[in-house]
């Protein structure tokens, strides 16, 4: 077969897509050319194909290795509808009858079977690998790779076997997917498999459109769990608990509140999980609650909200987790609940465990609870987590961002840090460099006489809780390292050995106070819930003013909007101004009247006792420099221009932009937009949003295609909502 073959036309042949995703063709060709093969892609990239699609062009059968029955079957199943062939792909697992075995065995041995999927206990029993000896093998792909690794959220042993059973069988190229490793698992993939010289193909870990939020874990956490899901009624969503009583106890109380809930945990039988699951798929129940069991090989692109009711033991388990909601590129909402009790409990499960096993485990469970504490952006420290950098300083869809703490200046606690990891060869982990710093005397400072040095309790007269923050941040900055071998070992970067030199400022955010014993009806009195019938109300009348105008729904008002109206019961047009995308312009359109009647009267008849007076919004710096915007773009001054001028980027002039006609103030950005783009893909884009229901950026870029930059679409969308909706 010749390498170099038409990978397109084989993608629309067996798959019917017409473009490959990200890396997606290269790693093929990688594959094709014999050569091993590391892919590190996150949930929802479409890693599967990497090794069907060459599985099917190559002479042999290809061994997939993959921990997972279900997975097994549910890709089996959808190469055997892809294929006119019967047996194009089969598994080999203990769930199989002897007679399933004879047929899977003389399907491979007369080359119909290009695919076989087997759990590395089946790969490593004496009579599959004596078949398998006699049989051409194209490659061995190792899903879930992650396993291998001690230091991986899902470690099994027995991924461990696979090099030297792969040498007993009959070398042949390995691919290795992974969609969650940091560093160290890479390194441990790499050599278990014996295949550190693989070509690495790393996508980024951002997901930008994940919502990701921490909340304090307070005894009515069902109660807010339910409120949650209520205000988000009819989406998807999975719930994950640690143990399979609270599964059994949570998707009860679900069902008792009239919400479509299921419980999934491997102590389950078999028939249960797969209805389960396959009621999920068709959308008979909304929610799942589950054990970290479900989910893996899960191909649902509409999960809309993934809640964590007991905080991950690791930032790969919770990264995965996260990563099954909204892989449509919709909405996707990220909820944790956390509390230092589930870290205890955490910590407990692994006494009795081997030293080296229960040593890791503390240190995947330290950058847990340094994710939850944190108050800086939750995607830059992930990201951070997984050996990326994300350099926007706010990611706008995460709660630290959204709702940003004050900065404090920080320069000399850092140096005070830095001078002590020097001091004490860099050989320490951030809790003994913090016991060192506030003079604490624990036996193992003790043990090192390092309570016997002359800037031992150096910073003991500051507040305590200032050090986690500065380690943390310091690492996110780049003035320190983790070593990746020791895991937790803190470095200086050259940044830091510099910084000692020439100290300047370090702001930070402390990080946040999580008050487990508050009541959530403390928090309700300024938090409001979203009235579901209202909701559904405003937007039928939103539905009825779009049709008599000849303009989309969301011209009129966005989503968030509608959602906000419907929790805080605005009754006057001045109330409505207070609604999030609302403004003036919005106010005095012939139809703002219509909506706040229809609440007012809903509130008399339903008895509503709106509690609008309990808010107040603080707005006045953002509305300083919309009013500076609004000034430079009357005054035709270019955008780009505007933007250094105020001194943000690009994007966040076109995010206040965007604000500015949201809430119904026009602006006329055709100056900037005859300067700067063809004439035919503004009349293109505009003509898309017209005939469109959403205004959904990501919905606009799959439609158009690559030949419209981001940018583009953004600015013509200015340009169509100012002068349709305003």
């Known amino acids: 077969m010749p390498k170099k073959i038409n990978l397109h036309e084989a993608l629309k042949k067996y798959f019917g897509f017409d473009k490959f995703k990200g890396d997606q063709e290269k790693i093929i060709q990688s594959v094709l050319d014999g050569k091993d093969t590391f892919v590190l892609m996150p949930t929802g990239g479409g890693k599967s194909l990497c090794y069907q699609l060459p599985s099917l062009l190559m002479d042999g059968v290809a061994i997939v290795i993959s921990p997972l029955i279900a997975l097994m079957k549910n890709q ?54 004596e078949f398998l000896k006699t049989v051409k093998i194209s490659f061995y792909a190792v899903d879930e790779a992650h396993c291998i690794s001690e230091w991986g959220h899902d470690f099994r042993p027995e991924y461990r076997r696979i090099r030297p059973i792969v040498n007993e069988i009959g070398a042949a190229p390995i691919i290795a997917l992974t969609a969650t490793a940091t560093d160290k698992v890479r390194s441990d993939i790499k050599k278990s498999l014996g295949i550190t010289d693989a070509i690495e193909f790393k996508s980024s870990f951002n997901r930008p459109n994940l919502y990701y939020e ?284 510099k910084f ?22 403390d928090r309700d009195a300024t938090a409001g819930a979203l009235d579901p019938t209202l909701a559904s109300m405003l937007r039928d009348l939103r539905k009825k003013v779009s049709k008599k105008l000849e303009r989309p729904p969301y011209v009129i008002f966005q989503d968030v909007s509608i959602d906000q109206m419907a929790t805080d019961y605005p009754v006057t047009l001045e109330e409505l101004k207070n609604i999030q995308g609302v403004g003036e312009g919005k106010v005095k359109q012939p139809y703002a009247k219509e909506f706040v009647e229809l609440i007012k009267k809903y509130c008399e008849e339903n008895e509503i006792e709106r509690q609008v007076d309990l808010r107040v919004r603080t707005v006045a710096k953002k509305s300083m420099l919309k009013v500076k915007i609004i000034q430079s773009i009357d005054r035709q001054i270019a955008l780009d221009d505007i933007a250094n001028a105020q001194g943000i980027d690009f994007d966040e002039l076109l995010d206040e932009v965007e604000a500015i006609v949201y809430s119904g103030t026009k602006l006329n950005i055709d100056y900037f937009l005859d300067e700067v783009m063809d004439e035919d893909h503004v009349d293109d884009i505009y003509d898309y949003f017209a005939e469109s229901d959403t205004d959904k950026l990501s919905v606009a870029q799959d439609e158009l295609g690559d030949e419209y930059s981001e940018d583009e679409i953004r600015l013509v969308r200015i340009k169509f909502l100012s002068e349709m909706a305003n």
Request: hydrophobic share 35%.
């Open 500 to 521: 000692i030199k020439n100290p300047q400022s370090f702001m930070i955010v402390k990080d946040a106070e999580f008050n487990e014993d508050e009541d959530s009806s």
């Open 76 to 129: 089996v199943d959808f190469i055997s509808q892809l294929s006119e062939q019967e047996g194009t792909a089969h598994y080999l697992n203990s769930s199989l009858n002897k007679a399933a075995i004879d047929q899977v065995k003389s399907d491979i041995q007369s080359g119909i079977t290009k695919l076989l999927y087997v759990a590395p206990e089946s790969l490593t029993k004496e009579e599959n690998v």
């Open 214 to 497: 921490v909340r304090a874990k307070t005894k009515d956490v069902d109660k807010d769990i339910i409120k949650f899901i209520k205000q988000h009624t009819g989406k998807s969503g999975i719930i994950y608990c640690l143990s399979r009583k609270k599964v059994e106890e949570l998707a009860a109380i679900l069902r008792a509140n009239d919400i479509k809930a299921a419980a999934y945990h491997a102590g389950l039988d078999s028939p249960t999980r797969t209805q389960t699951q396959d009621d999920f798929l068709m959308e008979n129940i909304d929610v799942i609650v589950a054990t970290i069991a479900f989910g893996m090989g899960i191909d649902k692109p509409d999960v809309r909200f993934v809640i964590h009711y007991d905080i991950p033991k690791s930032l790969e388990g919770y990264y995965q987790e996260t990563g099954r909601a909204g892989r449509d590129g919709g909405e996707g909402i990220c909820l944790a609940f956390y509390s230092s009790k589930d870290l205890d409990k955490l910590e407990k499960f692994m006494e009795g465990k081997p030293v080296a096993e229960q040593d890791i485990g503390r240190q995947l469970l330290v950058e847990t609870a340094a994710y939850a504490e944190t108050s800086v952006c939750r995607r830059k420290m992930l990201l951070h987590y997984f050996g990326e950098t994300y350099d926007r300083e706010n990611c706008g869809n995460c709660d630290n961002c959204l709702h940003p703490k004050t900065k404090i200046e920080a320069m000399n606690q850092l140096v005070t840090v830095l001078k002590v990891i020097q001091l004490i060869k860099e050989n320490f982990r951030s809790d003994y460099v913090i016991d060192f710093i506030i003079g604490k005397e624990t036996e193992e400072i003790i043990a090192h006489k390092h309570h016997e040095m002359e800037e031992f309790g150096i910073g003991e007269d500051e507040d305590e809780k200032i050090w986690n923050p500065v380690i943390r941040q310091a690492l996110l900055m780049g003035y320190l390292k983790k070593e990746v071998e020791n895991y937790g070992l803190l470095k200086l970067t050259a940044a830091g050995k």
